[in-house]
């Protein structure tokens, strides 16, 4: 069959839940056998986002392919098992640095640049350059941004055009919030209209309308809408709140938004999506009575979503254990000897997180002495890691001053370090290990244990190393080097067999951990975190 374009567009306020509705659309789809992907169009002028603060945009997602990209590209690939790489996000700032490119190579013939055609027609080549490699059935383009926000205008142009170009081969999805104004004890649909009438003036006609609500819409209602915005009554569908956004792909094949779309894109409508594992981690979720509590120690634990992979990824593992997540953030830059106690003696497991800087890392040390001491399951991921190395050599090693190079470059200890090849590189990320590498693990560790092979591989999103030279030196105290990169032989992770679980990654296990294939080393940490709790009497 012809690929088939899909675009999700948002409308009345951002933060609605494009990226949901886009992942929930693909999964149904995928469970009804299509090839399909996802693509997200950012109208921010970054490059990526992978030099913005967590507080501008929440996690930054790292493809297999090693590329910064946007957090939607989790839920993507948490929703729908597939591995997403660089051509699934592309910001404006990535457009126009093609763009002027082409221009400063000639390739324009002198002519003048114009955002029309040519940063459309940039546009347009990279949402149809998935569909062209003949992989795909269906690609979903979620535009970034509100409707009438003026970054994202030349990408609604870009879809205009399309619309005319691909003809049924493409549709649009335009999702608008329906707001509830308590004085009035009503749900008002004016905000949609005018949203709607946006996307019309600049010439798209959406094909179906999602209404974000905290309220159930009438039937009468949700006619009124398809009325005013020239869409049938059909294709108007509630996303009303629900406990999980894990319902949401449910929610929605009950409103039948799976068979609108094959319908209105010409393709036939062959039985029923296949979701009986998906309904399964869904029932796991729901008929949890206990409860495993987590903390996650870091610095931006006031903004949840820097921590969005880490947090599913959890999720996921409780669930699979048949356990309901709570998790306790802590402020590393709260954290000290006087308080440590007191904030993670209720805990059933801790995790350190990553990061970069020295904000907050003191905070972590202290965690992780207090961890370790009371053999509480541990869990340190990339900078959680790296400080698992500092605060052991520091307290069991005797190098007080031990530290990573990143926050003291005249440590007499550098157990953290630059590889050498990386020295001379001073551009901001050009020293990165980004993307997906081999990683060996020892057969007799807990990391191998975990995984059920020695053969694993992650994500990785750091600058800095294990320093190798000390590796004796922490083996024969204890902390054991039990995986690493076969072609660097880079240690990637660490852990101390001696203890309960006390585990350290250099690589971000989170980022591969789906919905029908959580992460093992998380589903083993909770399961040891589980184990734990019951042992020392917390209540659940």
């Not at 921010?44 to 997602?61: A, M, Q, R, S």
């Not at 400080?387 to 007499?412: H, Q, W, Y």
Request: proline letters at 5%.
């Amino acid at each position: 069959m012809e690929t088939k374009y899909i675009f999700v567009t948002g409308g009345v306020v951002s933060s609605l839940g494009k990226g949901i509705i886009s992942s929930s659309l693909a999964c149904l789809l995928k469970a009804r056998g299509y090839r399909v992907t996802i693509q997200k169009f950012d109208p921010y002028i970054n490059i990526d986002p992978g030099t913005l603060n967590p507080y501008e945009h929440g996690e930054c997602y790292v493809t297999v392919d090693g590329h910064e990209a946007d957090l939607d590209l989790g839920h993507y690939e948490r929703f729908t098992d597939i591995q997403t790489t660089r051509a699934n996000n592309v910001t404006t700032g990535r457009i126009y640095q093609s763009v002027i490119d082409k221009e400063r190579r000639g390739d324009y013939l002198g002519k003048t640049v114009q955002i029309v055609p040519h940063i459309t027609d940039e546009i347009k080549r990279n949402v149809k350059a998935l569909g062209n490699t003949g992989n795909f059935d269906f690609i979903i383009t979620e535009i970034g941004g509100t409707v009438g926000d003026i970054e994202s205008l030349p990408f609604i142009e870009s879809v205009r055009q399309l619309r005319w170009e691909l003809g049924e081969n493409c549709i649009c999805v335009h999702l608008t919030y329906v707001p509830y104004i308590a004085a009035a004890k009503e749900l008002k649909t004016k905000p949609t209209q005018h949203s709607v009438k946006q996307l019309q003036e600049v010439g798209i006609q959406p094909d179906i309308l999602i209404l974000r609500t905290e309220r159930d819409i009438s039937p009468e209602m949700r006619r009124k809408i398809a009325l005013f915005c020239n869409v049938s009554p059909d294709a108007v569908i509630q996303s009303i709140d629900v406990p999980t956004i894990y319902q949401v792909p449910v929610n929605m094949h009950l409103q039948h938004l799976d068979e609108l779309v094959l319908r209105k894109t010409g393709t036939p409508i062959e039985g029923e999506p296949h979701m009986e594992p998906w309904m399964q981690f869904l029932n796991k979720l729901k008929n949890a009575t206990k409860t495993v509590n987590i903390g996650i120690v870091g610095k931006y634990v006031e903004l949840p979503d820097a921590y969005k992979s880490i947090n599913e990824s959890l999720l996921q593992a409780a669930a699979y254990n048949d356990h309901r997540l709570n998790i306790t953030f802590i402020h590393s830059e709260k954290l000290n000897e006087g308080n440590v106690d007191e904030q993670l003696s209720p805990l059933d497991g801790v995790i350190i997180a990553p990061g970069f800087g020295q904000r907050g890392i003191d905070g972590k040390f202290v965690a992780l002495k207090w961890c370790r001491g009371h053999d509480v399951p541990t869990f340190g991921i990339c900078l959680g890691m790296q400080c698992m190395v500092i605060e052991f050599a520091r307290n069991v090693l005797g190098m007080t001053d031990a530290n990573s190079t990143e926050m003291d470059t005249k440590t007499p200890y550098n157990v953290i370090d630059l590889m050498e090849e990386q020295k001379g590189i001073s551009n901001m990320g050009g020293t990165m290990r980004l993307g997906a590498y081999d990683c060996e693990l020892l057969p007799d560790s807990t990391a191998a244990r975990a995984y059920g092979t020695t053969s694993v591989r992650e994500r990785h999103r750091h600058r800095f190393e294990f320093n190798s030279d000390y590796r004796g030196q922490f083996e024969n105290a204890g902390m054991r080097c039990v995986g690493e990169n076969p072609a660097s032989h880079l240690v990637e992770v660490v852990e101390i067999p001696g203890k309960r679980w006390f585990v350290g990654t250099q690589y971000h296990p989170e980022y591969s951990s789906t919905v029908l294939h959580p992460n093992p080393l998380f589903v083993d940490f909770v399961r040891a975190a589980i184990a734990y709790g019951e042992e020392a009497g917390h209540t659940n």
